[in-house]
């Protein structure tokens, strides 16, 4: 079973508008972390944002924000006011608390922001 | 401060050769990641280097597949052998400490590998 979900492999966006992208992931690991990165076609991973499970609040870091939601297993980015620069691939990631360290990916969202 | 960094940007080779790939991390991160990414795909876990402590090879997707680590600084991953279907980036990601859902990882722009 996939531990992290991406449904959406393409997404657009106007704008200016504000954009989700989706992500569901699956662990019984009471101790675990969420990450956002994006990759543009430069090919380098960007660190956006992180969730940690015992976090109470849902992480935000300027334009970006985490949607948490524990019960369901979610952890949706929200941009908002995007920009032409954040056409990229984004990609979800969870790091179990037992693991050795290393992160789970999603097969990513490619996201294009329309002007 | 410098971040990652990865050599060569780019390697094309013809199959069956041997090929290195080099990982600088980032000053004072301890823990050390390869990761393997095809086109089109999400990342692949290959191998991890934390400290002095024995690898986590658990990713390496055959033996032609090594890698070393001198202390907490460079990396070389080692593909023997070189098949078309390794053709991929190659990724290389440090982090402070490993242990901790928290720790963030940040990762180098990549080696991309194709074998023709």
């Known amino acids: 079973a996939q531990k992290i979900t991406q449904t959406q492999p393409g997404m657009f966006v106007q704008e200016k508008e504000a954009v989700t992208l989706d992500c569901t992931y699956d662990?019984?690991?009471?101790?675990?972390?969420l990450f956002w990165y994006k990759q543009p076609s430069s090919g380098e991973m960007i660190f956006l944002i992180y969730?940690?499970?015992?976090?109470?609040q849902n992480a935000t870091e300027g334009r970006y924000s985490l949607n948490f939601q524990k019960a369901r297993k979610s952890a949706n980015l929200v941009i908002s006011a995007s920009q032409l620069g954040d056409s990229a691939m984004y990609f979800c990631?969870?790091?179990?608390?037992?693991?050795?360290?290393?992160?789970?990916f999603g097969k990513g969202t490619k996201l294009s922001v329309k002007p | 401060g410098a971040g990652v960094s990865q050599s060569p940007s780019n390697k094309v080779t013809e199959k069956g050769k041997d090929v290195e790939l080099r990982c600088d991390p980032i000053s004072g991160h301890t823990a050390l990641y390869w990761y393997r990414q095809r086109l089109g795909q999400g990342l692949e876990f290959l191998i991890y280097f934390q400290g002095n402590s024995a690898p986590d090879k658990s990713g390496l997707p055959s033996d032609r597949f090594s890698a070393e680590r001198t202390g907490e600084s460079v990396s070389t991953l080692t593909i023997q052998r070189t098949q078309q279907e390794d053709s991929a980036v190659y990724l290389c990601?440090?982090?402070?400490?490993?242990?901790?859902?928290?720790?963030?990882?940040?990762f180098g722009p990549g080696t991309r590998l194709t074998v023709l």
């Open positions: 969730q940690g499970s015992y976090d109470q």
């Open positions: 990601a440090s982090s402070r400490r490993v242990g901790l859902a928290t720790d963030t990882q940040y």
């Open positions: 662990t019984s690991d009471p101790s675990y972390g």
């Open positions: 990631a969870m790091r179990e608390g037992r693991s050795q360290g290393n992160l789970i």
